[in-house]
């Protein structure tokens, strides 16, 4: 008997410091993402916080919330025979948007090596920040065998053609597609882009169509100078909205930003300032009525406005 109730109790207290694990440890994918989940063997039951109640479950993250990079925090609690508790230590779990070029920072066809181009965003989760791989490949080339590549490793979104290795070749259209990097993990790419690399020693390009979607169209910027757009991006997810809401803010001056949010009558019914950049804030209980809500942001004398549209 002493036996018996001595093994019962060194079960009891391994199963209590058991954890939530995934296969091949992996809790960060591309989004939309599915993470397979498992908690310890030998309980009776389980309760998930998304409320299943099986030992292992499937966690989708399809990016309905809309931020670019999605977190969750999963617990997870484990009852014995007795009904007894135990609280396992909870997993973050990670969807990684797959970035594209920005269209405001790649509004022209024909660049020069002395143009640079911008990713879109990868939010940083805690220590872990994204870098931006930038890889071209020459239109000419594409699906004949040779399929010369060239990259670029950045860190702060930014790709100067003149950095990339090896050198972009004068006279030539390039597939650009840029994916996140962390902690020396590569995630997917997003929809390529198509610049053709001009002999324009003034560096400002011949100002043409670029294809920034990858779908073939163009996308017509006119005669803007890469960088020349207000630094100051604006996404807003879902837009328009009916329930959730979410705005994610960054620039490229880092400097602190007030944003003001403004009902249908013009009354102010949100203002903010942060002192840290990217700001990704979910406003959805400020947006009460049906309407268009206007949205300011100031920032070192600049100022920047959008529309939020609330179904």
Known sequence: MKKLIILVLLISSVNSFAQITAPNGIFTGCKPASFTLIGPAGYNRYEWSNGATTRQIEYIMDGASGAILDTATVGLTCYDANNVAYVQQPVVVRSIKEPELLQCFNGKYNYTLNDSIKSDLVLNYGNDVPQYVFTFIQTDAKGRGSNPISRYVSNTRWCKLSNVAPMLKTGKFYYVTVHARINNVN?????????????????????????????????????????????????????????????????????????SIYNISGQLIYRQQFESLPVSEEVSNYLNNPGTYKMVITQNGKVKTSSIERL
Do not use: A, F, L
């Open 187 to 259: 995630y997917c790419k997003g929809n390529y882009s198509i610049i053709g690399i001009g002999i324009n020693m003034n560096g400002n390009g011949h100002g043409g169509h670029g294809d920034s979607d990858g779908n073939g169209d163009s996308d017509d910027h006119g005669n803007d100078m890469v960088g020349s757009s207000n630094p100051i991006e604006i996404r807003t997810y879902p837009n328009p909205s009916y329930k959730d809401c979410r705005i994610i803010v960054d620039s490229d001056d880092k400097s602190p930003m007030d944003i």
